[in-house]
């Protein structure tokens, strides 16, 4: 199984970006997406999942609002665009492949990407 991150950057607060998740050996409309944030020194951070068919979304209360998680199921990729970015959003990126429903313990989640960075200047 890989999952392939990529889109992270260096923006400016109030700038957009859009995260890309490509899948690959799994059957990917068995599993929910979802993606987490972690800075050196914390706890990775739940940031958003979407269900198998992409009808249902969870997101964090941080990013409620300006974050929209998406998927393509004829792609077997995800996007987290990102709208309004706050310096407060920098972080490691890394999405996450799971089959325990939309949760936001990243132990419910069997697979992990590399990760992609963000950075927020302000």
């Known amino acids: 199984v890989q999952l392939q991150a990529s889109g992270g950057g260096l923006v400016q607060a109030g700038d957009s970006l859009r995260l890309s998740c490509k899948a690959s050996?799994?059957?990917?409309?068995?599993?929910?997406m979802g993606w987490f944030r972690q800075n050196p020194g914390k706890e990775r951070e739940f940031v958003a999942a979407?269900?198998?068919?992409?009808?249902?979304?969870s997101y964090a209360d941080s990013v409620k609002g300006r974050f929209t998680l998406s998927r393509d199921n004829a792609k077997t990729t995800v996007y987290l665009q990102m709208i309004s970015l706050k310096p407060e959003d920098t972080a490691v990126y890394y999405c996450?492949?799971?089959?325990?429903?939309?949760?936001?313990?990243?132990?419910?989640?069997?697979?992990w990407g590399q990760g992609t960075l963000v950075t927020v200047s302000s």
């Open positions: 050996g799994l059957t990917f409309t068995s599993y929910i």
């Open positions: 996450a492949a799971g089959r325990y429903g939309l949760s936001d313990n990243s132990r419910r989640y069997d697979f």
């Open positions: 979407i269900n198998w068919i992409g009808s249902t979304t």
